[in-house]
Structure formats: structure tokens, C-alpha cells
């Protein structure tokens, strides 16, 4: 297994060249482009950038890093929040983004097949044509390989799922170079083990995946978004958690606290009261989305909350949910020169005001600036904590809160990570929640399918 740094060679950088049709790259400005990614984490570059245009010469390439013992580390659109690309062992950063081909839609079976280097947002557009869409959305622009490798998840989560549930295929290259395709497009499988929800969340420590047939939605009839405004941070999360144990057909929910309101006023231009804020999406048909909105209001009224506002206005409906997405943006123009550290976990809804609770007090008495936001209506939030990156030290004691935190909700029943994953940054977390003799197996199944140790070594374990 690889356990130091490794640089490429003049003569292996010469013979790589011969693999890929795209570029080579060792110039300053590439190397250091596919260094960091979206967390705080300090930038490493590696020794050469290589651009692959086809799962054929992804194949070539792992199939000569393999034999040279070379680290590989796939990049996408380096949006990230827990230091996957980073390569931390030097080798190679392999970028998939001129591999961003729609290969082909299928309206009627509600499925589509697209390269690993396709942007969500292009895909959608691409599909509005067509009355359908493709609903994971982590907020960033991110690429599709990317958000699977990741088993990213997002606002809309709580109606229509996560990555694992919207994946249905997929085609990868493992370590030594094989092609596979594993999974159907099919909304039933049950055939042999399930490959594809293995390779998915795998954070490119398994295999690099190439191509995605992803399922999609039909465009609801009618879109509504609601505002409510609560007076304290427990009281909104509450009402969250009643709604979704109403089976209350929302889109999405999502919970900011008066800090991100701050911010978002600020960089999207609103003039949103500066309070706990809950945000709600209703999707179907004009009187269906009606009464849901309805059903929402008296709960959230229970609750304390006021000011309730609701529309289907797409132009309002799309400002809003934007500035949400903006909200990490908005938190670092609103203090600059620092850099954020976006924590994430998740709880069983019955534990979530718990565990913000228990979030909230520990980074307020910490002595960073802090936010909470999330995606309330599934479990999972976020802290935004500033740090200034001329203080490197700084980042040891976020992780040191981070940790203090994360061992409380796992004792709770929750998770160390609903979406951004392990990196480089839970390690520790990952064996606390699963256990060692689980970590075990994943190491085994690694070991398997990447023995000598090339795919983005040094992410999830050591």
C-alpha cells in the first residue's frame, strides 16, 4: 500500500501521454487547481495532471498506474467539503470533466445515461425540454461522477432521495484497468450482490466511474415555496420534524438560522426578517400543493411560528431557493479573508433538535463565529464555522469541536456524515460509528478490488 509521496517521472509523464487524448499537464497553475477543493483543508498538488476523454483511456491509464505503482486521484469539479480530491500521496489527479457527454435519454422509462463529467445543472437544462429532471441537488454545480463518488445527497433528499436511491447504473474502470458494468435500468434488482450502490459513496477509493444512467422525474405540475420565521432555533427544528412525521408530501425543508439570513440578505440582495427561518418546497398538482402549504402553516403555527408566506411564483420560488444554495458563498463574503469549514451529520428526526442543541452550544462556546443550517426535513444540518486562514492552527481546534460533537450524535444513533463524506477529514469518526471490525470488511473490500493501493489512498481509512 502506498504510504508516502509519490512523484511521477519524466519518463512515466512521456509515456502517459501516449494513453490520453486529452492533456498532460505539470505547469504551477494546473497542479495547484487540482490541489483543494471546497474544504479548509491545506492545498497538496500533485505531480501531474492528466485529462482522460473516454472510459477506454481511464482504462489505460489505471491499467500503467497500476504496474508503476502511481497514485490516482479522479477530479471533477473539486466542490468537495471534506478533502477527497486532495492528493495527499502526490501521484496523479485524473480529470473526467471533458468526459461530459448526455449519451442518451429515455423519457418514457424516466432514465437517462451520462459520462461522470456532466454538470447537474447542464443536465437539467438539457432535460426541460423534455418535461423531466434530475432531482439530487447538493447546492453546488458539481459533476455527476463526483456527486456519486461522494453519495451526495441534498435539499430536495426528503421526497425524492439521495444518490444511492437515484443511481440505477453504472460503468467504472477498477485499479488494474478492467471495465465494468454493473447495476440495470431497471426500479427492481435483485441479482447477485449491488455493485453499484457499492461503487457509489465510495469516494473513488474502489473504482473510477465513467458513466451513470441516473433516474429522473417528471416536472410537477405546480411548484410552491413557503418562508416561516420562528423565535428560537429549537422551535423551527421541532416543527420540522412534526411535518415530516405527518407524511406531508414536501419537497424539500430546509432550516437556517438568523446568522445565514444575515448573510444571504446580504449577497442575494432579500430583505428575509433576520430570524430562525424554515423554508419549504411543495411539489404536484395546483390544489395538492394548496393544501400541503396549508397543512404547514398550522403546524408551524404551533410551533411559534409567524409570518408565514407562501407562493407560486417560479421567479420568487427560484430567488429564494437560490440564495439558500448561496448560503456557504454568502457566509464567507460576509467575513472577508476567512475561510468556512461546512460540518455535517445526521439523526433519526426524533433526536434532531437534540443534536442542533448540542451542536449549537458547543460552538458557542467555542471561540469561533458559527451558523447552523441544513436539511432539516431528512435529519441532516450543517455548522458554517469560520476560520482565518492566517491562523493555521485554528483548523486542529475546529476538528477537535467537530469531533466532540460528532461522538455525541453518534452515541444518539446518528451518523458522522449524511452527505459530504469521509475524506481525509473523519477517519477517527468513521471507526467510532461503524466499529473496527466493520472498517475491517471495507478494508478487505479494498484490498480486493485495489491491491496494490493506487485509488485515492488515503481517504475514509488509513
Known sequence: MITSRVDVTHVQIEHLKTLVTGPVQTSESALESHGHDESAWPSVSPSVVVYANSTEEVSAVLKYCSQEVIPVVPFGAGTSLEGHILPVFGGISLDVTNMNKLLEIKADDLMVRVQTGMHRMELNQRLSSYGIFFSVDPGADATLGGMAST?????????????????????????????INVGRGTRKLSAGYDLTRLLVGSEGTLAVITELTLQVYGIPEKMAAAVVRFPNLAQGVEAASLIVRSGINIAR???????????????????????????????????????EAEAVREIVTE???????????????????????NAHWAGIAANPGFRSISTDAAVPLSKLAEAVKIADEAWSASSFNHAILGHVADGNFHCFVLTDPKKPGELEEIRKVSHEITSKIIAMGGTCTGEHGIGVGKIDDLVEETGAEAVAVMRAIKAALDPVGILNPGKIFR
Open 253 to 291: 425543508g430546509e432550516f437556517l438560522d438568523a446568522t445565514c439570513i444575515r448573510n444571504v440578505n446580504l449577497h442575494d440582495g432579500l430583505s428575509l426578517a433576520e430570524a430562525p427561518t424554515l423554508l419549504f418546497e411543495f411539489h404536484g398538482s395546483a390544489s395538492g400543493v394548496a393544501e
Open 151 to 179: 453519495g451526495a445527497a441534498g435539499t430536495t433528499t426528503v421526497r425524492y432521495g439521495s444518490m444511492r436511491d437515484n443511481v440505477l447504473a453504472l460503468t467504472a474502470v477498477l485499479a488494474d484497468g478492467t471495465i
Open 303 to 325: 410551533f411559534g411560528g409567524s409570518d408565514f408566506e407562501w407562493t407560486t411564483n417560479e421567479e420568487e420560488r427560484r430567488k429564494l431557493w437560490q440564495a439558500r444554495h
